[in-house]
């Protein structure tokens, strides 16, 4: 007489193969129609590789408020690329922040705020000529852009500028920094 086992024997079932694959497609599917702030931040960060762009208004923005790219400088293997910010109400845009992004093929490596100066009657105001205030120093205009400020009764020009520095050892030019003046 045989016995059968006190206990039923478990089975294991293979997932199919259609379930498998709707499993990955769902599972690659979900990062990329998700993004959030923190995972933009990789090759092709929108600081690095666009023109700008405008945000809604929102919980943490009233207002909505728009990016744009003024220009951009190279040295060294790094792309130095300048950025204002600009709130909306109604139909007239404020300034709120100038700044640079060091960026190397599409990755953001950090970003500068660069608090506007007043540059009335300077040479940053009235010329766009790079400018070279030693043999081995110049200044390089990048562009510019106009806005209202608040607390101003016009608008303003904001001149983005890019100081760089040739060194001798290696011959070629080097970042050494931003400014923006408000003229």
Not at 23 to 34: F, H, K, N, S, W
Not at 147 to 159: A, D, I, K, P, V
Request: charged share 15%; hydrophobic share 35%.
């Amino acid at each position: 007489m045989s016995r059968r086992p006190a206990t039923t024997p478990t089975v294991r079932h293979r997932p199919s193969a259609l379930l498998l694959a709707l499993g990955l497609l769902l599972g690659l599917a979900v990062p990329l129609a998700l993004p959030d702030r923190a995972s933009a931040r990789v090759p092709g960060d929108p600081l690095c590789t666009t023109s700008g762009w405008s945000v809604p208004p929102g919980i943490n923005n009233p207002l909505a408020v728009t990016w744009s790219n003024i220009g951009s400088r190279s040295n060294a293997g790094y792309d130095y690329r300048y950025w204002m910010t600009q709130e909306l109400s109604g139909s007239t845009a404020y300034y709120l922040t100038s700044f640079v992004a060091k960026c190397s093929g599409g990755l953001l490596i950090s970003t500068t705020t660069l608090p506007p100066t007043n540059g009335a009657g300077t040479a940053a105001c009235t010329s766009t000529a790079d400018r070279y205030p030693t043999s081995s120093d110049a200044e390089r205009y990048v562009g510019q852009i106009t806005s209202w400020q608040r607390g101003y009764l016009s608008r303003l020009t904001f001149r983005f500028w890019h100081r760089e520095w040739f060194s001798v050892a290696t011959l070629r030019w080097n970042y050494g920094s931003s400014f923006v003046v408000r003229c």
